[in-house]
T-cell receptor, first 111, second 116 residues
Framework: GEDVEQSLFLSVREGDSSVINCTYT??????LYWYKQEPGAGLQLLTY?????DMKQDQRLTVLLNKKDKHLSLRIADTQTGDSAIYFC???????????FGSGTRLSIRP | DTGVSQDPRHKITKRGQNVTFRCDPI?????LYWYRQTLGQGPEFLTY????????KSRLLSDRFSAERPKGSFSTLEIQRTEQGDSAMYLC??????????????FGSGTRLTVV
């Protein structure tokens, strides 16, 4: 079955790097995503990675995919207060009929 | 294009009443999705449409829930005889079908339902 798991909370100091981890169960997942949700807002797509890639970098964001271990991570370099949000890991099925989300990791930034 | 719009933003209703929510997707997107999000959880898939056809429904979508997309543009989600457990944020998203769907959805800001 499809399941996506994440740790619930992460606290980092401003300026440090944040690493948010995720595991998924469906080995046939084709795309994996990171979404950001700020209070009272909908979900914003941050980045995605195709399952045949190991890494994707986009400015301060680095996504690492270990397909063997079904592990996905999101690294945010130089974390800022504006990065405070809930980050959702998600996967899509081969038929691309729907995206399955994890429960989200709440990232808080301390001065 | 203003993105995905949902109306209303907030709805408070008494238990047992019916409610209807509306979603206007991005105009060129042929796929439209409904998700439900409760506090502390990620969005849970409810149903999706390709054009006007409803192609998949989750087990979460009880017979009190019905969704339509009559002309393949906007969609409505109706909940009949609301229960307190229906209190949640209802999110709508849209995408281009086929390969486009793999590049993620565009979400609306959601409708927050509170059943009292």
């Amino acid at each position: 079955g499809e399941d996506v798991e994440q740790s619930l909370f992460l606290s980092v100091r401003e300026g440090d790097s944040s690493v948010i981890n995720c595991t998924y169960t469906d080995s046939s997942s084709t795309y994996l995503y990171w979404y950001k949700q700020e209070p009272g807002a909908g979900l914003q797509l941050l980045t995605y990675i195709f399952s045949n890639m190991d890494m994707k970098q986009d400015q301060r964001l680095t996504v690492l995919l270990n397909k063997k271990d079904k592990h996905l991570s999101l690294r945010i370099a130089d974390t800022q207060t504006g990065d405070s949000a809930i980050y959702f890991c998600a996967e899509s099925t081969p038929s691309a009929s729907k995206i399955i989300f994890g429960s989200g990791t709440r990232l808080s930034i301390r001065p | 294009d203003t993105g995905v719009s949902q109306d209303p933003r907030h709805k408070i209703t008494k238990r047992g009443q019916n409610v209807t929510f509306r979603c206007d997707p991005i105009s060129e997107h042929n796929r439209l999705y409904w998700y439900r999000q409760t506090l502390g959880q990620g969005p849970e898939f409810l149903t999706y449409f390709q054009n006007e056809a409803q192609l998949e429904k989750s087990r979460l979508l009880s017979d009190r829930f019905s969704a339509e997309r009559p002309k393949g543009s906007f969609s409505t989600l109706e909940i009949q005889r609301t229960e307190q457990g229906d209190s949640a944020m209802y999110l709508c998203a849209s995408s281009l079908g086929g390969q486009g769907a793999n590049y993620g959805y565009t979400f609306g800001s959601g409708t927050r339902l509170t059943v009292v």
